[in-house]
C-alpha cells in the first residue's frame, strides 16, 4: 500500500542515488552551484508533500512523516534563503554597485512579474473553480500580503529581502562588512515588524537569507577552518546537533526558532561537507524551485475533488505540476524579455 511515509523515505532515497560520501576528507565542491541545486531540488519536493497536506485526510499510515513535518516546519525552505543570500553576496562582491543597482532593475521586477503572472493563474482557477474572494484581498495578493490559494508568504519575504540588500549595498562602496551590519540590523527590524502583522511563519525564516549572505564573506576561512582538523568537523556536527534538538523544545519562542534555523543551517553544512550530490532529477528540479513552489497548488485545487484516492491525487497532482512548471518558465523567459529591454534592440548583421 503506498502510503505517505513510503513516499517520504522514496524521496529521502532518490535523494542520495548517485550521491558520494567522504569519510576521511570534505567535499570540496560542498556549496557549488550543483551541489546547491540538488538539495533545493530535494527539499521542493517536501514543499510539496507538505502543501499537499493541507488537501488530505492524513491516516495511521500517514503518521510517520507527519510527525516529521510537524517537526521541521519552516526548516524546509531554510536552504532555499540560505543559498539565495549566498549567491547574491557573491555576485555583490564580484560584480559591486552596478549588481546591487541590477537587483531593484532586474531582479526585483523579474521575480515580481513572475509572481503576479502566477497569481493571475490562481485568479483565473478560482474562477473556473467558483472560489471567490474579496476584492481587495485579490489585489494584495499580488504583492504577496493575502493569498487566494497560492504560496504568498515567501515571495513577500524574499522581495522584501530584495530591497533590504539593496539600501544596505548601496552606498557602502566596497565595504562590505558595512553593507552586512546594516542587512543585519535591517533583517532583525524586519522580524520584529512583522510579528505585530503576521503569524510566525511569515517572518520566522528570514535568518536564514542573512546568514547565507554572511557565509559568503567568511566562507574562505571556514574553509580553512574545516581543512584544518577532523576535530573541527566533528565540532561543527555536534554544536549544529545540539542546538537544534534543544531549540526544537521550545519553537514557540522567537528566539528559540532562530537557534533551530540557525543549527539547520549548520547541519545542511555539515552533511554537504560529507556528502556531493549528483541526481540528475533532484538537479532538473532544483533548477524549477521557483515554479513548482508557486504553482504546485493549482493542480491539488484542481483535482482535489475529482479524485478521492489520495495517493492517485498526489501522483496526478506531481505530474500535472511538472509540465505547468516547464511551460511557465517559457512564459517567464518572455517577460524577462520584455524587463531586459531585449525587444528594443535592434539585431547586428555582419556583411559575408
Known amino acids: 500500500m503506498i502510503c505517505l511515509d513510503f513516499i517520504y523515505f522514496s524521496f529521502i532515497a532518490i535523494f ?4 558520494r560520501f567522504f569519510v576521511v576528507r570534505i567535499n570540496e565542491d560542498y556549496i557549488s552551484h550543483k551541489q546547491t541545486q540538488c538539495i533545493n531540488g530535494f527539499f521542493v519536493l517536501l514543499v510539496f508533500i ?3 497536506k493541507g488537501y488530505v485526510k492524513l491516516d495511521q499510515f500517514d503518521m510517520v512523516y507527519n510527525a516529521i513535518g510537524k517537526w521541521n516546519g519552516q526548516l524546509i525552505v531554510v536552504p532555499f534563503l540560505f543559498f539565495s543570500g549566498y549567491g547574491i553576496m557573491l555576485s555583490i562582491t564580484k560584480k559591486g554597485t552596478s549588481y546591487v543597482n541590477s537587483i531593484m532593475t532586474k531582479r526585483f521586477p523579474k521575480i515580481w512579474v513572475h509572481f503576479a503572472l502566477a497569481v493571475s493563474l490562481f485568479v483565473i482557477t478560482n474562477a473556473v473553480m467558483g472560489i471567490s474572494h474579496d476584492p481587495w484581498v485579490v489585489f494584495l495578493s499580488f504583492f504577496g500580503w493575502e493569498g487566494i490559494g497560492n504560496s504568498n508568504w515567501y515571495i513577500f519575504d524574499t522581495l522584501v529581502l530584495y530591497i533590504l540588500t539593496f539600501f544596505s549595498f548601496r552606498f557602502v562602496g566596497k565595504n562590505y562588512k558595512v553593507g552586512l551590519y546594516i542587512m ?3 533583517t532583525l527590524a524586519f522580524l520584529v ?8 511563519y511569515w517572518y520566522n525564516t528570514a535568518i536564514a537569507y542573512f546568514m547565507g549572505m554572511l557565509f559568503a564573506l567568511i566562507e574562505p576561512h571556514f574553509r580553512r577552518w574545516i581543512r584544518s582538523s577532523s576535530m573541527n568537523y566533528l565540532i561543527l556536527a555536534t554544536v549544529g546537533t545540539v542546538a537544534i534538538v534543544f531549540s526544537s523544545m521550545d519553537k514557540n519562542k522567537m528566539t528559540a526558532y532562530e537557534v533551530f534555523v540557525l543549527a539547520g543551517i549548520v547541519l545542511l553544512l555539515a552533511i554537504s561537507l560529507k556528502v556531493r550530490f549528483g541526481n540528475p532529477i533532484l538537479s532538473f528540479l532544483g533548477k524549477y524551485v521557483f515554479e513548482i513552489y508557486i504553482l504546485q497548488r493549482i493542480p ?3 483535482l482535489k475533488n ?6 492517485v491525487y498526489f501522483i496526478a497532482c506531481f505530474a500535472a505540476t511538472i509540465p505547468l512548471a516547464l511551460l511557465f518558465r517559457f512564459v ?3 517577460a524577462d524579455w520584455i524587463i531586459d529591454g531585449r525587444f528594443l534592440k535592434k539585431k547586428k548583421y555582419t556583411k559575408t
Open 50 to 52: 507538505q502543501h499537499y
Open 193 to 200: 515588524t512583522m510579528s505585530f502583522f503576521k503569524q510566525p
Open 306 to 311: 475529482l479524485i478521492p484516492d489520495k495517493y
Open 184 to 186: 543585519g540590523l535591517l
Open 332 to 334: 517567464e523567459k518572455g
Open 300 to 302: 491539488m485545487i484542481v
Open 16 to 19: 542520495l542515488i548517485g550521491a
